[in-house]
Antibody, heavy 116, light 106 residues
Framework: QVQLQESGPALVKPSETLSLTCTVS????????LGWFRQPPGKGLEWIGY???????IYNPSLKNRAIISADTSKSQFSLKMSSVTAADTAVYYC??????????WGQGTLVTVSS | VLTQSPGTLSLSPGERATLSCRAS???????LAWFQKKPGQAPRLLIS???SRATDIPDRFSGGGSGTDFTLSINRLEPEDFAVYYC?????????FGGGTRVEIK
């Protein structure tokens, strides 16, 4: 059973870069599409992007090129970096994975607050 | 765009819930999923491909529909079923979710 666990700072200052890491256990990263989703407080779910099995990435255009997802298979980790954050980026961030674009596995989620 | 209705459904345990998800354009291959979301928990996949129950999901949950109109039905609501439900299309990028339907105890 694949397990995912997010880690990273809980507080980020406005205009800075949010950085999160997801550690994958119980399976090989190269078998899965891996990505990030988020849910702002009191709002719905939003897809951020995926890194696909052989490395191509795909992102939600609503993020206006602020998000970058990368993978380090030697550490069984993949990461999200989101630049120029504002209060609107405050959310619970989930890492996720699946055999295709459908998510089969979710991390527990981590709350990131953007505030000075 | 995925539009879910109603926004809130107030029902009693044992009753049947019917949730709707309407897409602004046809969802290719009926790649429509339903998730259950509870506070402090990750989303839980209930249905994929519009009508296929995910592993370990009770058979009181059923999905239906195709093209632009989809439904999630929950027969005989159990106390643990009161939550927010989201539909999601995973056929085309950007992947999108509906706004959610809250199923609350009446």
């Amino acid at each position: 059973q694949v397990q995912l666990q997010e880690s990273g700072p809980a507080l980020v200052k406005p205009s800075e870069t949010l950085s999160l890491t997801c550690t994958v256990s119980g399976g090989s990263m190269s078998n899965y599409y891996l990505g990030w989703f988020r849910q702002p407080p009191g709002k719905g779910l939003e897809w951020i992007g995926y890194i696909e099995k052989r490395g191509p990435t795909i992102y939600n255009p609503s993020l206006k090129n602020r998000a970058i997802i990368s993978a380090d298979t030697s550490k069984s980790q993949f990461s999200l970096k989101m630049s120029s954050v504002t209060a609107a980026d405050t959310a619970v961030y989930y890492c996720a994975g699946g055999w295709g674009w459908l998510v089969d596995y979710w991390g527990q989620g981590t709350l990131v607050t953007v505030s000075s | 765009v995925l539009t879910q209705s109603p926004g809130t459904l107030s029902l009693s345990p044992g009753e049947r819930a019917t949730l709707s998800c309407r897409a602004s354009q046809s969802v290719a291959r009926d790649y429509l999923a339903w998730f259950q979301k509870k506070p402090g928990q990750a989303p839980r996949l209930l249905i994929s491909g519009a009508s296929s129950r995910a592993t370990d999901i009770p058979d009181r949950f059923s999905g239906g529909g195709s093209g632009t109109d989809f439904t999630l039905s929950i027969n005989r609501l159990e106390p643990e079923d009161f939550a927010v439900y989201y539909c999601q299309q995973y056929a085309t990028s950007p992947l999108t979710f509906g706004g959610g339907t809250r199923v609350e105890i009446k």
